[in-house]
């Protein structure tokens, strides 16, 4: 058992060696440059959640910083286009609710399971 959560943590030290570090500038521009709101509180709020991604989310941010793509993902049947279309989330949105699916993925599923957008029938 101990020998497991040492390759584990050697695994994510060997990770986070390959992870792009990004100044928070760099981040706020990336932000800005995709309509993310110009709100310093909320630039800050969202660098701070980006610096604390675990290894999945970190590499799929690292993707989208460099491709500006998404990279498909299916947890508990929550994906990019549900996030899309239930909840209007743009790209980092998509990033953060996947970190947060990594991290607590019975409360984070459950809570994404109700969709803030309600289609009307008129």
């Known amino acids: 058992m101990q020998q497991k959560m040492q390759?584990?943590?050697?695994?994510?030290n060997e990770n986070s060696k390959n992870m792009k570090i990004?100044?928070?500038?760099?981040?706020?521009?990336?932000?800005?440059?995709?309509?993310?709101?110009?709100?310093?509180?909320?630039?800050?709020?969202?660098?701070?959640?980006?610096?604390?991604?675990?290894?999945?989310?970190?590499?799929?941010f690292d993707n989208w910083y460099a491709t500006s793509k998404i990279t498909h993902f299916d947890v508990a049947g929550i994906n990019p286009a549900y996030l899309r279309r239930c909840h209007n989330m743009k790209d980092v949105g998509i990033i953060i609710a996947y970190d947060w699916?990594?991290?607590?993925?019975?409360?984070?599923?459950?809570?994404?399971?109700?969709?803030?957008i309600v289609k009307s029938k008129f």
């Open 7 to 12: 390759q584990r943590k050697k695994a994510n």
């Open 22 to 60: 990004y100044t928070d500038d760099e981040l706020r521009g990336r932000l800005l440059e995709t309509d993310y709101p110009n709100d310093e509180k909320l630039l800050k709020d969202v660098i701070l959640k980006i610096r604390n991604f675990g290894n999945a989310a970190q590499k799929m």
């Open 101 to 116: 699916l990594q991290k607590k993925p019975n409360e984070a599923a459950h809570l994404l399971r109700k969709p803030l």
